[in-house]
C-alpha cells in the first residue's frame, strides 16, 4: 500500500543552486499545514516535484509547470531514463522551453496520483486518509503552489505555465499571487461552465457507484475500483480529441472477425484500463470535483472585474478544434484582461486533434511559451503544424 510521509525540503535547496552537478532532480517538498477554502487545515502537506536545470545566481529564472489533470511531474527526458517525457521536444535542452536557461519545477498537484499529498497519504494519526481526505478546490491547488515557492524559497517565479487543468491554477495565480512575473494559460477557462460542471460530476458519480470504491476506503481492504475509474475514463476521453478524428483513425473497422467489437471500442477500453491502472480513484474524484470549483470571479465581483485588475503578462492560448474547452473560454479571458500579451484575441493553435493538441503539437507549444518567457510577443494566429497530419 503506498503511503506519502515525506521528509525536508533542504536537499532540494542545495541541488537548486547553481553550483549542482545535477541539472535533475526529483524531491517530496514540505509545504507545511495548509488552511482550505473550507476553513480545514491539512497537516504537514507536502508536494512531489521533478526540477530540470539549475537555478541562477540571483534566483530570477525559476519557473513553475503546473500540468493537466492526469500527468505526472515527468515532463522531460532525463539521464539514462527509458521513458520519454510527456513534454520532451517542448521543454529539455535547447527546445523551445530552454532548462539551459530556465530552471523548470513541475509539481504534482496537491490531491493527486503521483505523490502529493492525497488521499492515500498518511494521516496525522498515522492512519491512510482515504475517504477522509477533504475537499480540495482550485484555489487551495494555486495556494499549495505558494506555499512551494516559500520552500524552494524562491522570491518570484519568472513563469508560470498552466496545461488544462494546471492552466485553471495558474489563472488562480494570475489573479491572486503578487509573485509571478508572466503567465501562460493553454487551453483553459476562467469557469467551469455548467456542461462542464455536468460531464465532471457524471465521471465522480462513475467512479463511486464502483462497489470497489468502498467511500473513498478501497485501500483498507486492498481493492481497488478499476471498472469504474476506467469508464470514467471513457467518458472523458470523448472531449479530448477533435470532433471526427475517431472516425477518420478507426472508422467502422472491426476488431474482431466476428463484428462483436469495433476498432474504436477496443481502443478506448485498452486506454481506459492502462489509465485505470496507473492512476488512483481518490484522486481522480478529487482532481475532477476540484475543477468543478474553478470560478475566477467567485468572490471578486465576477469574472470582468477579477481580470481586468491584472497586470501581469497573459499569454493565453487555444485550440481551434477543443470540444473539452473549447477556443471561446479562451477568447473570453483575453477579453477581459487588458495585460493579454496578444491583445483581444488569444494565440489559437490550428490542429484537428482536439485539446490533446498541447501534447502533439509540442515543438510549436515550446516556441511560442519560450518566446512569451524570454519577454517576445507570439503570433496571434499559427497554422496546421505538419507533423499534425500523422497522430
Known sequence: MPSHRHGASASVLSSLSPTADESHRIADV?????????????????LRVEIFGRLAVDGRNAVLLLPGLSADTHAADRPGDRRSGWWSRALGPGRGIDTDRWCVVVVDALGGSHGSTAARSLGPDGRVWGGRFPRLTIRDLAAA???????????????ALGLSFGGMQALELL?????????????APAITDAEQIATNSLQIDVVRADPDYADGDYLASGARPRAGLALARRLGMLNYRGQGELHVRFGRTAERSDGEEFAVESHARKQAARF??????HAFVTLVDAKNTHDIGRGRGGLAEALSAVDTPLLVIGIDSDRLFPVAQQREITRLAPSSVTGREPLVLESPHGHDSFLIAQEWMGDAIGAFLAGSTPRTSATRPAELSAV
Not at 149 to 158: P, V
Not at 276 to 281: I, R
Request: aromatic residues 4%; without cysteine.
Open 30 to 46: 514540505v509545504i507545511g499545514d495548509l488552511r482550505l477554502e473550507s476553513g480545514i487545515v491539512l497537516p504537514g502537506a507536502t
Open 175 to 187: 489573479v491572486a499571487s503578487d509573485r509571478v512575473d508572466r503567465v501562460a494559460v493553454v487551453a
Open 145 to 159: 503552489s505558494e506555499r512551494l515557492a516559500d520552500a524552494l524559497r524562491i522570491e518570484r517565479w519568472a513563469g
Open 276 to 281: 485505470a491502472e496507473t492512476f488512483d480513484a
